[in-house]
């Protein structure tokens, strides 16, 4: 369906066994590079991506911010637009259509957003939220912060109609240990007055006014009521039944959990260690890839960089 050098799709893999196969196998003949960059998997996510003809690259992970920018700087990325995607979302037919359409105009486009349908539970909500996935190779960058990193582009971006599905955790233990993480990362990141994502301005861009309800939610009276009441009846979960009434619930929860622990925190005069996920080794066949080699070398001159402008700065 795409033409050669179109499209490259990247993903940010660890242990991903379940949701890999299907993400691979609905890209191929669609996309025209698929790379994986996996943060050293233990169980068959890389056996699996290589079946698939992926290009794999291995890194520890950092945090989601990094990982994502070394992606873009140190991946031989060739096609003329680039797109993120997780092993647990999916394109329709007519949404891939749709891009592939955008990406073959001539519009003065720099990327494309699109709308990203929740699933729990095993059912898709009504909730829906407007994120930014596609954009010219070389444009972007990623905020670089630990967890809830967001795409950076000078530009114009436009909208598509079609729907991506996020097929979440597939089962609530799962969400709950990925939440537990998240939250701890959330809240090591407002104890140590880490930036945010973007500037924190009401009368700004989309993403500066969520920063700046962000940065001002916990000193919002009664924010928890809000904020269920936003969930429940301005995301429509209330149309989903009792898993709609789960969902807000939980989503209140996951805001509470990064309080509680800031405030632990703040008690204790400590910042928690950073939660990591289980993770091994390097896989011997990405290791002696010169694909990899290249990878390891040209992140090795980034962060070299990186240290020299903190260093300027400081």
Known sequence: MAMAGLISVIM??????????????HLRGWADEVFVVDSLSTDRTVDIALE?????????FTNFGDQWNFALHCLPISSAWTMKMDPDERLSVPLMEEITEALRSDQEITGYSMDLRLWFMGEPLHAMGEVLRIWRTGSCQFSDVLVNEHLIIEGRIQKLKGIMEHLDSPT?????EKQNRYTTMEAIM????????ADAKWWGSALERRMFLKKIFYRIPFRYSLLWLYEFFYRQAYRDGRVGLAWAHLRVEVMRNIEYKYK??????????MPKAKSGDYDPRILSSALQAEAMEKD?????????QMSSEG
């Open 264 to 273: 632990e925190m703040v008690k204790k005069g400590t910042i928690s260690e």
């Open 300 to 308: 090795k001159s980034r962060l070299q960089g990186k240290r020299t």
């Open 190 to 197: 407002r104890m140590r007055k880490d930036a945010l994502a």
């Open 52 to 60: 698939a003809g992926a290009m794999v690259v291995q890194r520890p």
């Open 12 to 25: 940010l893999t660890l242990n991903e066994e379940e949701n890999l196969p299907g993400a691979l196998e």
């Open 172 to 176: 609530l233990h799962h969400w709950f």
